[in-house]
T-cell receptor
Framework: DTGVSQDPRHKITKRGQNVTFRCDPI?????LYWYRQTLGQGPEFLTYFQNEAQLEKSRLLSDRFSAERPKGSFSTLEIQRTEQGDSAMYLC???????????FGSGTRLTVV | TQLLEQSPQFLSIQEGENLTVYCNSSSVFSSLQWYRQEPGEGPVLLVT?????EVKKLKRLTFQFGDARKDSSLHITAAQPGDTGLYLC????????????FGKGTKLSVIP
């Protein structure tokens, strides 16, 4: 078990560009979550997958954001037409049940310049 | 909207001192989790408490879930520099919702 892997660890992009992040969860976990964390704040929920189905989306997930988990394994989060306000740490987590707690990845730090 | 208030926001103490961090809400949660996060890394789960009034101990850390399942506390005995980090509480609950609601965290510094 190698834990939750996120790639890349850091991404610097120019405003208006598209970016895509990847998350590889723990293989036996069927639940996958994306969160966003800005400086001085706790993580904020973005979206949740159970297997390949996206079951819950936050209002924070504007139409510029899209997430997929095509085969119920890895997931991608894409941000189109990035804005400076998108600068944050994007965290992926997986679990086999809410009461069991999450295993988080190390995150992708996005900086939009 | 479920909100979790953590206090204090910042805490700086000397090695060997005891401390308590609080996590409060007006909402009822089905479970509450505590995480520790280091700079540039994701949060790491410390404990999950489920039953109102539940107390769990993890070495020098004691976690308590309030009887009404609206609040929780984390007590650290004889703090060590290795305890330094951001402590986050997170509540799970709400019918049909799978998300965790996180507090803003308590940033703890333990000075040798």
């Amino acid at each position: 078990d190698t834990g939750v892997s996120q790639d890349p660890r850091h991404k610097i992009t120019k405003r208006g560009q598209n970016v895509t992040f990847r998350c590889d969860p723990i293989s036996e976990h069927n639940r996958l979550y994306w969160y966003r964390q800005t400086l001085g704040q706790g993580p904020e929920f973005l979206t949740y997958f159970q297997n390949e189905a996206q079951l819950e989306k936050s209002r924070l997930l504007s139409d510029r954001f899209s997430a997929e988990r095509p085969k119920g394994s890895f997931s991608t989060l894409e941000i189109q037409r990035t804005e400076q306000g998108d600068s944050a740490m994007y965290l992926c987590a997986s679990s086999s049940g809410t009461l069991l707690g999450y295993t988080f990845g190390s995150g992708t730090r996005l900086t939009v310049v | 909207t479920q909100l979790l208030e953590q206090s204090p926001q910042f805490l700086s103490i000397q090695e060997g001192e005891n401390l308590t961090v609080y996590c409060n809400s007006s909402s009822v949660f089905s479970s509450l989790q505590w995480y520790r996060q280091e700079p540039g890394e994701g949060p790491v789960l410390l404990v999950t408490v489920v039953t109102g009034g539940e107390v769990k101990k993890l070495k020098r850390l004691t976690f308590q879930f309030g009887d009404a399942r609206k609040d929780s506390s984390l007590h650290i005995t004889a703090a060590q520099p290795g305890d330094t980090g951001l402590y986050l509480c997170a509540g799970a609950g709400g019918a049909g919702s799978y998300q965790l609601t996180f507090g803003k965290g308590t940033k703890l510094s333990v000075i040798p």
